[in-house]
């Protein structure tokens, strides 16, 4: 024979109850305990340049706001613990309301949303015009369409990946100059101009200055075509 439950609070018949040392019903539950812990107040971090947003000190590609609520507020989740989010704007504040479903125990949360702007680390670097290899194209021949096909793939790469672009491309009297942010950048459009021509490849470095006692330096490269 089963014997019926009873809620110790409230006293209603229920199947089931819940908690570790205090049992209770699922309306009672939520009174007593916290299915998550949610501040009352949730900072997003997001890039004033490209918009992206800081988790766990990653800039992510993550632009809508669905979307940066859905990685933020997972931060707070817990096991066996379904959110469902809502936001709305009230006094030029944001706030989101928090839905949590865990079996037959729900309850609700409220919190201010702010969101902090600053330039992500990509984003300073190109703005302060940083560069760690510097291409020189040159050659007897016309170097437009070269310096054309360098621009084309070095924006397919920044697409891939924000950290690899092209800081600069300048026109001097000898052809062109292009810096770039990564030697891994540099390698990738030095093979496709393998691939197009046969050009003659020369490295030397340039010293950047010092970073932590040690000497920092800046490849370059000479790519001649005749």
């Not at 539950?29 to 947003?53: A, F, H, W």
């Not at 613990?81 to 409220?110: C, P, T």
């Amino acid at each position: 024979m089963e014997l019926s439950k009873f809620c110790p609070r409230c006293g209603r018949e229920t199947d089931e109850l819940y908690g570790n040392k205090k049992k209770l019903c699922s309306e009672c539950y939520p009174d007593k305990n916290q299915l998550l812990e949610i501040p009352d107040v949730v900072e997003i971090d997001i890039c004033s340049t490209c918009g992206r947003m800081r988790k766990h000190g990653e800039w992510i590609e993550e632009y809508t706001l669905e979307e940066q609520l859905g990685a933020r507020f997972q931060e707070f989740g817990e096991e066996e613990v379904d959110m469902e989010l809502q936001y709305w704007e009230e006094n030029e504040k944001m706030f989101v309301r928090i839905h949590a479903i865990k079996g037959e125990i729900s309850d609700h949360y409220a919190t201010e949303l702010r969101f902090k702007k600053e330039q992500c680390e990509t984003c300073s670097k190109f703005s302060g015009g940083f560069y760690k290899v510097k291409l020189q194209v040159r050659g007897n021949t016309d170097l437009e369409p070269i310096s054309n096909q360098i621009v084309d793939k070095a924006a397919e790469l920044t697409n891939e990946n924000r950290k690899e672009f092209l800081s600069n491309i300048e026109r001097n009297e000898h052809g062109f100059n292009v810096f770039l942010s990564t030697d891994d950048m540099a390698k990738k459009i030095l093979n496709e101009l393998k691939g197009t021509y046969n050009p003659d490849v020369k490295r030397s470095y340039e010293l950047m200055g010092e970073q932590d006692g040690q000497e920092v330096y800046r490849n370059v490269i000479a790519v001649r075509f005749d």
